[in-house]
């Protein structure tokens, strides 16, 4: 069967958040992997941004906030599966509420997978 050429061909298998190791800190732990047969590599970006409260005034931070300006985006290359682990630091003032997950293909035809969660930290082992 052949796949839908609008669909990026990956899906986000897992994603945990667990504190980092200074305060205000936080790595998303994300695997990405192929939907549909890996008979080719797929490649592209993803985008990740942190909606939440700032001060009391609703706000979304982007990566390249998030991570001091050091990282706008991820790029991904596999066949079977890819994983990432991405320190956040998040304002002092701000109350995370959901992460964004956008998915873009190398590919400019595709349109792009965005899926949200929910910011629940891991308690450390």
Known sequence: ??????????KIEQLRITAGQRPATFIVHLSLVRSGR?????????????DGTYDGSARSLDLAALSAGQVRELRYNFRYLQNFDQELSLPLAFKPEQLVVEVQSS????????QTF???VEASP
Do not use: F, I, K, R
């Open 107 to 114: 590919h400019h035809e595709v349109a792009p997978l965005s």
């Open 1 to 10: 069967m052949a796949q839908n050429a609008n669909t990026p061909g990956v």
């Open 118 to 120: 929910l910011w629940t």
């Open 38 to 50: 890996p008979d080719s590599s797929v490649s592209g970006t993803l985008h990740l941004s942190l």
